[in-house]
């Protein structure tokens, strides 16, 4: 929106000119996002207070997390208000992406926001099988779209590996069940590792700062050429959105760090680990996506194993699952297992970012 109103300025106050400029917009995006956040936290957190909208605790998790029934959930709106807020404000609305992962957003937080519903008036929450197809459908509009915004190009059903410079499989229609398949996987993999306070939410920081660089250089013809990498063009304008959605994650983190006095639950996991899936076919690094969200793959993996070793043996693999809480049952105390895990996702990002160069 100021990109519109104030960019055309530029030919009589030159000073303008700094809004065609994607790096200065995704900046402000992240102050943006990070003040709206700061701004609606309290009362975001009072108003959940005053409706009694709080966390239920399963009883047979760790002892310790006994004490944060009670504590505000559904903090999701908060992030995603304070991510659309500032997308809208400072990325470019005549850019198809931008309005794609929005919606991506927004269909997933809306998904969340029903679970979380449900469970709040006294249910179990969306069944599985129901969350499945919801997240299945919402992703076939969002692959679709992003296809038709690529005018039926050919490279948009390929797929690039890291570390291997001609290798580009073209999946063909089955490109849409597999991006479909991120997209979804990407959004209970996020789901999944929230699980303690600042758990997700530091990972997500991180994952979408990796993205903010992705989809800068993507969308720039010279550096996608330099880096033997697909040039798309257009999407590095999703970079402004990657960055109002740190902005908004960090104003979050200062609420749910440890101990958290507001949760994100279904409607912030959901929609954030969507988001990512889809940011991931958008710039065409789906496979890195494994490595830069390596923490919530994990995250996913060890519920997989364990439900899988259980049924096998009827023996646990893990002391409890997702992971984290394996660790906090090896006596970890809470705030060390979120802050090694944080090191862990920043070194996997950093590895995924290198590997840019290295093909």
Known sequence: MLYHLLYPLHDTFSAFNVFRYITFRSIYAVITGLVIAFVMGPWLIRRLKEMQIGERINIDGPQSHLAKAG????GGVMIVTALVIPTLLWADLANSYVWIVLVSVILFALIGFYDDYIKLIGGKGISGKAKLVLQFMAAFVIVMAVYISQGGDPSVTTV?????KK???DFGLLYIPFAMLVIVGA????????????LAIGPVIISFSAYIIICYVTGHAKFADYLNI????????????CAAVVGASLGFLWYNFYPAMIFMGNTGSTALGGALGAVAIMTKQEIILVVI???FVVEA??????VFWFKSTGKRLFRMAPIHHHFEKLGWPEPQVIIRFWIVAVILALLSLSTLKLR
Do not use: K, Y
């Open 71 to 74: 504590t505000p959930t559904m």
């Open 160 to 164: 690039h590996f890291p570390f291997l």
């Open 167 to 169: 290798f580009h499989p």
């Open 187 to 198: 959004s209970n993999a996020v789901n999944l590792t929230d699980g303690l306070d600042g």
């Open 230 to 241: 697909p040039h798309i063009r257009e999407v590095g304008e999703v970079t402004v959105f």
């Open 293 to 295: 969200g390596g923490i």
């Open 301 to 306: 993996i060890s519920v997989i194993l364990q």
